[in-house]
């Protein structure tokens, strides 16, 4: 069991306990005894008239395929208030938070950015990422602690999704403190003005993007945006905003969550050093590697679905209007589906974790994210490896968009 799960947040927990417990800090801090207690009520738990929390692998494929559990989109986030902030009103406009029709255009729209082609000719970019960053924590290095987050796992990706967009070294660490303050509209939010970092994080993001569509439709590239424009401009499948929006989406799930991976990978390998230096020299290893950590400690825990309709779900009633949160981590250990489900076993045979999804919102970016952690630790951990975390890693104050805030590691180099 990673040791991090270890860290119970108290001595004996009931269920209803546990559940007002998993989003205060230490809940969102360390929610896998949490997610053990609450599955004593079983994998769908009603919450009451507002809501129902699924825990269940099958429970939640079903629910992630039901065309009836919609995305929260922007007439449900209208009815909420919360489209008046930046935040949600650029979330509405993307495909992640859009329901059918509007869904399946703009997936057509962009689709061909995520293909297996596409995701191919990246892997240069990565590997010369990673190989940039390794050699700067080599030359950083006094024998001291380093912030692997700030100095790595942060960096490869922004590095790629920088070189991919055309945006100008000099910005991109500015936007990234940005894609970071967005993805915290995500948790469940108790006062409207708890949103004012993310709306802050939009801001700057939507101010960028807008200009750096602007500046490519004056003066073309062979970068994305340059694509994109040329696309839009040819045949208006999405409006101007969406195309913003669009970037903006791709630069926070390009980078976010593949930060988070990369530092939920090293911590895995540093705890099971054996498999760690295995992943580094067989390529069907690092596969394995890299599924059982998506498995085990996913960087985004829950989902969230509108009833479009009163639904009998399980045995359970889902009001119509009501939410479903889906807890992927939840989920990726249901004793049910997964032997011994806190071990972390790379012999697992059918190792399919909902961490990228399911159904029509499947993440259109599976395949890059996972070819940059598969690019990018291995070369971490060769060029170092007498890596050793110096403390235990802290997390940020987020369960939707997991990940550490801070990971200081020696290189021992
Ligand atoms: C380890 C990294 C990643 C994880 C764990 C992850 C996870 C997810 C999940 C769970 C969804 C489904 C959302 C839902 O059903 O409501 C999703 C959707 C999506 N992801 Fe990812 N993602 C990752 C990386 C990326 C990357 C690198 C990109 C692109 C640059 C990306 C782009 C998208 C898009 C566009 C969608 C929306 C698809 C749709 O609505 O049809 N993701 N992702």
Redesign the pocket.
């Known amino acids: 069991m990673p040791a991090t799960d270890q860290q119970v947040t108290g001595p004996v927990m009931g269920p209803a306990e546990a559940l007002s417990e998993l989003f205060t800090p230490a809940g969102k801090h360390h929610p896998y005894p949490l997610y053990d207690a609450l599955w004593e009520l079983g994998p769908v738990i009603p919450l009451g008239p507002s809501g129902t929390l699924v825990l269940g692998y099958d429970e939640i494929c079903t629910a992630?395929r039901d065309p009836r559990f919609l995305?929260t989109d922007a007439a449900v986030h209208r009815s909420t208030g919360m489209i008046d902030h930046s935040s949600w009103q650029c979330f509405t406009k993307?495909?992640?938070?859009?329901n059918s029709p509007d869904?399946e255009r703009?997936?057509r729209f962009?689709g061909w950015a995520?293909s297996p082609r596409q995701v191919a000719e990246r892997r240069d970019l990565a590997v010369k990422a990673a190989e940039r960053w390794t050699d700067r924590l080599a030359a950083l290095d006094d024998g001291g602690p380093l912030d692997l987050v700030e100095a790595f796992a942060t960096r490869v990706?922004m590095t790629v999704?920088g070189e991919l967009l055309g945006i100008p070294e000099a910005d991109r660490m500015g936007l990234r403190t940005a894609v970071t303050a967005t993805t915290t509209a995500f948790e469940p939010v108790f006062d409207p003005r708890e949103l004012a970092p993310a709306d802050a994080g939009m801001d700057v993001l939507v101010d960028y993007l807008g200009g750096l569509v602007r500046e490519r439709r004056r003066r073309p590239g062979d970068d994305l945006v340059s694509a994109m424009v040329r696309d839009r401009d040819a045949d208006g499948a999405v409006t101007e905003e969406e195309l913003v929006a669009g970037l903006v989406?791709?630069v926070i799930?390009?980078?976010q969550?593949?930060s988070?991976?990369i530092g939920n990978t090293v911590r895995l390998a540093l705890e099971h050093p054996a498999e760690g230096r295995g992943m580094t020299t067989d390529d069907d290893l690092l596969a394995a590697f890299v599924t059982e950590t998506?498995r085990i400690d996913?960087?985004?825990h829950v989902?969230?679905?509108a009833a479009d309709t009163d639904i009998d779900f399980y045995g359970h009633r889902v009001a119509a209007g009501s939410r479903a949160l889906l807890v992927?981590a939840a989920a990726n250990r249901d004793r049910r589906r997964f032997t011994d489900p806190a071990t972390f076993d790379l012999a697992r045979k059918d190792n399919r974790p909902?961490?990228?999804?399911?159904?029509?919102?499947?993440?259109?970016?599976?395949a890059?994210?996972?070819m940059?952690?598969e690019v990018a630790v291995p070369v971490l951990l060769r060029r170092f490896p007498r890596l050793a975390l110096a403390a235990p890693p802290a997390y940020r104050d987020q369960l939707v968009t997991r990940g550490f805030a801070r990971m200081d590691v020696t290189l021992g180099s």
């Open positions: 992630l995305v993307i495909m992640m938070f859009s869904h703009m997936r962009s995520y990706p999704t989406m791709f799930a390009g980078v969550s593949p988070d991976m998506l996913p960087p985004n989902l969230t679905r992927l909902l961490s990228f999804g399911l159904g029509p919102h499947y993440c259109l970016g599976a890059f994210a996972r940059q952690v």
